[in-house]
C-alpha cells in the first residue's frame, strides 16, 4: 500500500509491528493502541521513533499523555464511509495541539484526500497506486473553504473580513 | 436574495469539476459502484427504478427568477420536461443520464444552484420557514441564518462521513411553517430576556422507521455561539452515533438511547471545549452574510386597492383569493401561493413550461423571486395586492391557481413505486384519486386538512404528520396502506396513531372519504378543524367508522 | 455493501437478472448471450438455485456496464412470453403507471 507524504509517495520508514511480533531493538516501528497502552512506558523508552494505530471507537484522551513522545499517529478508516476518525484527527490537532506525523490507514480513496487534508492529516497510507499518484492534483482541486481548520487555510469567512478591510483602508 | 460572492463561486464550479473527474472514473471503470456510489450521493445522484434521479438543493426555498429558468432548462435539455419539488426545499429529476450530469451541474452553477449534500450521510440541505422575510412577526429573516448554517456545513471535512443523513430546519416564526421538530437539528429565532437574539435548539427530531419529535435541547443558543453549538452535536453524534445498523444510525436513536439529559450533558462537555474558537460568529461575520440579502424596493401601497375590490365580485377569484393569499408584513403587498397540486396530478411536479411561465410572473410580480415550501407548493413572496387579478389570471392560465392550499386536496406524497427503488407501494395514484374524490367545494367545507403520502417506511411524504397519513406496505406483494390519524408537523408536532390494519390499494380512497364523513358528522361546529376534532375525540369513533363494515 | 454474490438465492419460479445500465440509469436485463438488452423479451429465463447464481455470478462481474444486478421472478406462458412476476418489476418494465407530465 503507497504511502504518501507531502504530495509524494515514500517508502514507509515505520515497520508495521504485529500484536505478537517481537520488539527491534531498534528502527521505527508502528504498534496497535493494544500493545501501546500495556506499557507505553516501555515502548517510548527505545531509542528510535513510534507509531501508534488508533482505533476510531476509542476516544483520543487516552493518547494524550503521551502525544508529544509519538512520532507518528495512525488513524484508521475501516471503511470510507465511517467518518470517525475525522473528529479524532481534528481534536489531536486542535484541541490536543499534535504536531507529529498523521497518518490515515484503511481504505483511503482519493476522493477523501481534501476532507483529510483539511482534518490536519499529513500522510496517507492509499489503497491504490492509481490514487496515491493522483495526489498532488487531487489536493489542489479545491481553493476556498467554508470552515476554519487545522490545514492552516484561511477560511471563506476569514477572507471575506479581510477583503472587507482592505476596501474600508483604501 | 443571496447574492453569490467570487468564493461562492468558485467552490461550486470546483465541485463541478471534481464531480465531472468522479463520473468520468466511474464510466471508464477506475472505479466501482460501490466506491462511486457514496460519491454520486453527495452529489444528490440516486439510482431509482428506471433511471437515474439528480437532486438539487433550493436552500431555504428560496429562488430566484434565472435560477427557476436554469431548472427549466434542466428539465428539458437533459431530462423528460419536468421537474418535481419535495418535502425538504428540493426539485428532482427522474430521468436524468449519469454521463449528462456534469453538464447539467455546470449549468445550474452558472446560476449559482448546486446539489451538494442533497443525499448521503452528511448535513443536507439547510431548510427554512417558505416565507421567511416576509411573514408578518418575523424577529428576523431566518434565511441570514440558514446562510450561515450552509455555508458552514457544505463540503464539511469533519461531518462528511456521519452515522446516517443530517438535516436542519429554521424558523423565525411562532408558527411553524418548516417543520423543524421533525428535523434531527430545528433551530427557533428567537430573542432572551436582554433582547439577544438567537435560537430554541431542538435535536433528535426524524419520521423513518421509528418517529420521533425533536426536543428542546437548549432553550437558548446565542447567535455568536449557535456555530460551535451545532459543531458540538455534530461532534458527539459523529463519534457515537451507531453505525451497526442503517435504521438506528439517526441522531434521534443516540439521544433516545442515551436519554435528552446524558446527550445534553455530552453536548455541552464538547461546547465547553470548544469555547471562544474560530467558529464564534462575530459581529462582523454576521453583517457580511447579511449584507448579501437584498431586499425588494417596496412601493407604498394600499391594503385595499380598487383593483382588488373590483375582481373580487368574480368567485372564482374570490376562492382563489381566499385560499391562496396571505398577509405579507409589508403593506399592500400579499404572498402568493402557487398550488402544485391541480386535481389528478402528480403533487409538485412542475413542467418547463410552468417553470418558465412562473419565473416571468416572478419577474413581473414578485420582485423577481419565488419561494419553495415543504408542502410541494411554490409562492411568490411579493406581490403586490393590486396586481392579484392579473397574476391570478395567468396562473389559472398554466394550471397553477387551484385554490386547495391546505386543503384536503393539497395533498403531500412521495414518489412512490412509479419511481423509488425503495418503496412497496405507489404514492402519486393514491394522491392523484382523492384529488379526484373531493371537490374544491367539499375541500372548502372540509376545512384544514392535510393528508400526506409515503410509498414505505422511509417516509420521504412526511406520512407520520400528516393529518391523515397513509403509508404504503406490502402484503402478499399487493399494495396495502396503514392510515393514521391525529398527526401534525407544525409547532404542535405530533405523530399520528394507526386506526388499524392496512387497506388494500383500491380502498384507500373510501377509508379517507369515510374518515372525512365521520368528521364532518363530528365536529362541533364547521371551525373545529379536522385536527382538533381528532384530538378531542380520540381515534376510536373514527376507527369504529372505517372498520364496522370492512 | 453485501455483494449480490453472498446474498442467499431463493427462487420460486422462473427468474431473471436485471439491474440498471451504469451509463444512463436503464432498466436492464441479462440475457443468454453474456449481454444485457433493454428488453425483457431477451432475458435468459432460469428456474435453479444454480443457474440463477451463475447468471448473477456473470451479470456482477460487469460492474462497468450495469449498476446492482439481482434476480426477479417473471411468469412465462405456453407462447414462451416472459411476464414480469411483480408490480415493482412491472412498473421498471413498462413504465410509471401514471401519466408523466405533459410538456405542452
Ligand atoms: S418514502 Fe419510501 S417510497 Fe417514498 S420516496 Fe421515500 S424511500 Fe421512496
Keep these: 500500500m503507497p504511502l504518501v507524504k507531502n504530495a509524494t509517495t515514500i517508502a514507509d520508514p515505520f515497520v508495521h509491528l504485529a500484536d505478537d511480533a517481537e520488539l527491534p531493538l531498534d528502527g521505527a516501528v508502528l504498534v496497535s493502541a493494544a500493545r501501546f497502552l500495556q506499557d507505553p512506558e516501555a515502548l517510548i523508552g527505545r531509542n528510535s521513533p513510534l507509531g501508534v494505530i488508533w482505533p476510531n471507537n476509542r476516544p483520543v484522551d487516552d493518547l494524550v499523555p503521551y502525544l508529544d513522545r509519538l512520532a507518528v499517529v495512525a488513524l484508521v478508516y475501516p471503511s470510507f464511509r465511517d467518518g470517525r476518525a475525522h473528529s479524532q484527527a481534528r481534536l489531536l490537532r486542535e484541541r490536543h495541539g499534535y504536531r507529529g506525523e498523521l497518518r490515515a490507514t484503511g481504505q483511503i480513496l482519493r476522493d477523501q484526500f481534501v476532507f483529510l487534508l483539511r482534518n490536519g492529516f499529513d500522510a496517507f497510507e492509499v489503497k491504490k497506486d492509481a490514487d496515491a499518484a493522483a495526489f498532488a492534483a487531487t489536493a489542489k482541486r479545491y481553493s476556498v473553504f467554508y470552515q476554519p481548520s487545522s490545514d492552516g487555510r484561511l477560511s471563506a469567512w476569514q477572507r471575506r473580513l479581510q477583503a472587507r478591510h482592505s476596501e474600508s483602508a483604501s | 436574495m443571496y447574492a453569490y460572492d467570487e468564493i461562492d463561486r468558485t467552490l461550486i464550479n470546483e465541485r463541478v469539476a471534481e464531480f465531472r473527474d468522479q463520473v468520468q472514473r466511474r464510466l471508464a471503470g477506475e472505479i466501482t459502484e460501490d466506491e462511486f456510489k457514496m460519491l454520486r450521493l453527495m452529489n444528490g445522484v440516486y439510482l431509482q427504478l428506471h433511471a437515474y434521479m439528480f437532486r438539487v438543493a433550493i436552500p431555504y426555498g428560496t429562488l430566484s427568477a434565472d435560477q427557476l429558468r436554469k431548472l427549466a432548462h434542466v428539465a428539458r435539455k437533459y431530462d423528460r420536461g419536468y421537474g418535481h419539488f419535495t418535502t425538504r426545499q428540493n426539485i428532482q429529476f427522474n430521468w436524468i443520464a449519469l454521463a449528462d450530469l456534469p ?331 382523492l384529488t379526484r374524490r373531493f371537490s374544491n367545494e367539499t375541500a372548502n367545507l372540509i376545512g384544514r386538512l392535510h393528508i400526506n403520502i ?97 | 455493501m453485501t455483494s449480490p454474490l453472498q446474498q442467499k438465492i431463493k427462487i420460486t419460479g422462473p427468474s431473471v437478472v436485471t439491474a440498471n445500465r451504469a451509463r444512463d440509469g436503464a432498466v436492464i436485463w441479462r440475457t443468454a448471450h453474456q449481454d444485457w438488452s433493454t428488453d425483457l423479451a431477451d432475458a435468459a429465463v432460469v428456474s435453479t438455485v444454480d443457474t440463477a447464481r451463475a447468471l448473477l455470478a456473470e451479470s456482477a462481474a460487469d460492474d462497468v456496464g450495469a449498476v446492482g444486478p439481482y434476480i426477479a421472478p417473471v411468469t412465462v406462458d405456453d407462447s414462451g412470453a416472459i411476464e414480469p412476476g411483480n408490480l415493482r418489476e412491472l412498473i421498471r418494465s413498462t413504465g410509471v403507471t401514471i401519466d408523466i407530465p405533459a410538456t405542452v
Design chain 2, 103 to 433: 453538464d447539467a451541474l455546470a449549468d445550474l452553477a452558472e446560476v449559482g444552484i448546486h446539489a451538494m449534500q442533497t443525499s448521503g450521510n452528511c448535513t443536507r440541505n439547510i431548510t427554512a420557514d417558505q416565507w421567511a422575510g416576509v411573514a408578518p412577526g418575523e424577529i428576523e429573516d431566518p434565511r441570514i441564518w440558514a446562510e450561515i448554517m450552509r455555508q458552514y456545513t457544505t463540503l464539511h471535512p469533519e461531518f462528511s462521513f456521519l452515522p446516517r443523513k443530517f438535516k436542519f430546519a429554521i424558523t423565525a416564526s411562532d408558527h411553524d411553517r418548516a417543520a423543524i421538530k421533525i428535523h434531527d437539528i430545528g433551530l427557533r429565532l428567537r430573542q432572551n430576556d436582554a433582547g439577544v437574539t438567537g435560537f430554541e435548539v431542538l435535536v433528535g427530531g426524524g419520521l423513518g422507521r421509528t418517529p420521533f419529535i425533536g426536543k428542546v435541547i437548549k432553550p437558548f443558543v446565542p447567535g455568536r455561539d449557535i456555530l460551535s453549538y451545532v459543531e458540538a452535536i455534530l461532534r458527539v453524534y459523529n463519534q457515537y452515533g451507531r453505525r451497526d445498523n442503517i435504521y438506528k444510525a439517526r441522531i434521534k436513536i443516540l439521544v433516545h438511547e442515551l436519554g435528552l439529559e446524558k446527550f445534553r450533558d455530552e453536548v455541552e462537555e464538547e461546547f465547553l471545549q470548544i469555547g471562544d474558537g474560530p467558529l464564534t460568529l462575530d459581529d462582523a461575520m454576521i453583517e457580511e452574510i447579511r449584507s448579501r440579502f437584498t431586499y425588494p424596493a417596496y412601493a407604498k401601497l394600499s391594503d385595499n386597492p380598487e383593483e382588488l375590490t373590483k375582481a373580487s365580485a368574480d368567485p372564482g377569484f374570490a376562492a382563489w383569493l381566499a385560499n391562496s393569499v396571505a398577509p405579507h408584513k409589508q403593506q399592500g403587498y400579499a404572498i402568493v401561493t402557487l398550488s402544485l397540486k391541480p386535481v389528478g396530478a402528480p403533487p409538485g411536479d412542475a413542467t418547463a413550461e410552468q417553470m418558465d411561465a412562473i419565473a416571468d410572473l416572478a419577474d413581473r410580480y414578485s420582485f423577481g423571486e419565488i419561494r419553495v415550501g415543504h408542502e410541494q407548493n411554490l409562492a411568490l413572496p411579493h406581490v403586490a395586492k393590486r396586481d392579484l387579478p392579473a397574476l391570478w389570471q395567468a396562473l389559472d392560465r398554466i394550471g397553477v391557481a387551484t385554490p386547495n392550499v391546505n386543503l384536503i386536496t393539497d395533498i403531500i406524497a412521495c414518489p412512490g413505486l412509479d419511481y423509488c427503488s425503495l418503496a412497496n407501494a405507489r404514492s402519486i395514484p393514491i394522491a392523484q384519486e
Design chain 2, 454 to 550: 409515503s410509498g414505505c417506511i422511509n417516509a420521504c411524504g412526511h406520512h407520520h404528520v400528516g393529518h391523515i397519513g397513509i403509508l404504503g406496505v406490502e402484503k402478499n406483494d399487493e399494495e396495502f396502506y396503514q392510515i393514521t390519524i391525529g398527526g401534525r408537523a407544525d409547532e404542535g408536532a405530533v405523530v399520528g396513531t394507526l386506526i388499524g390494519p392496512a387497506v388494500p390499494y383500491d380502498d384507500v380512497a373510501n377509508v379517507v372519504e369515510d374518515i372525512v364523513e365521520a368528521y364532518l358528522a363530528l365536529r362541533q361546529r364547521p371551525d373545529e378543524l379536522f385536527i382538533d376534532a381528532v384530538k378531542r375525540l380520540g381515534v376510536e369513533p373514527f376507527k369504529e367508522r372505517v372498520y364496522a363494515t370492512r
